[in-house]
């Protein structure tokens, strides 16, 4: 006996298609932000990043063979910024030990060039962390904020 099974599935190719386009406009979108943009996963993973991130950075995370984790790409940060309390803060919200939705500072990298880092928190645990160019006295990392409320204080 021989049966034969015909099923129409011209809906899932047209939904897997159309899901496919969605994908790639969204990629090409976050590849013309002049921001360095990463999204990491609540388990560290390294989820989605752009062009401007891995021309800043020196790495491209789509070119490894193994998933980015929050950790490489911190260690591998520690080594171009000046100054490690801003690296300190910056790990910390990363890995979970959030103070807030969004942390907002300024690091200074060992060629003199000053980034605005902005880490907000999505939906789901997972984190987005944006560089681009800024001032460091306009974007105070959390412990010089508390000196100085502390000093206004006195």
């Known amino acids: 006996a021989v049966a034969f099974l015909i099923e129409d599935i011209t809906a899932e190719v047209s ?12 990629n090409e979108v976050l590849n013309h932000i002049p921001e360095a943009v990463a999204v990491f996963s609540p388990a560290g993973d390294l989820l989605v990043s752009n062009a401007a991130f891995s021309a800043l950075w020196g790495v491209d995370p789509a070119t490894s063979l193994s998933t980015m984790k929050v950790e490489d790409c911190l260690r591998h940060w520690s080594n ?14 990363l890995t979970g030990d ?7 500072t300024g690091m200074r990298l060992k060629d003199g060039r000053r980034l605005r880092c902005q880490v907000v928190l999505l939906s ?5 962390a944006s560089f681009s160019p800024g001032s460091i006295e306009v974007f105070p990392t959390r412990k010089l904020r508390q000196r100085l ?6």
């Open 15 to 26: 939904l897997t298609r159309r899901f496919r386009s969605e994908i790639e406009l969204s």
């Open 80 to 93: 171009m910024i000046e100054g490690q309390e801003t690296l300190a803060e910056l790990s910390a919200f």
């Open 98 to 104: 959030q103070s807030g939705p969004t942390l907002t």
């Open 124 to 128: 789901g645990g997972a984190v987005m």
């Open 149 to 154: 409320r502390a000093s206004e204080q006195l």
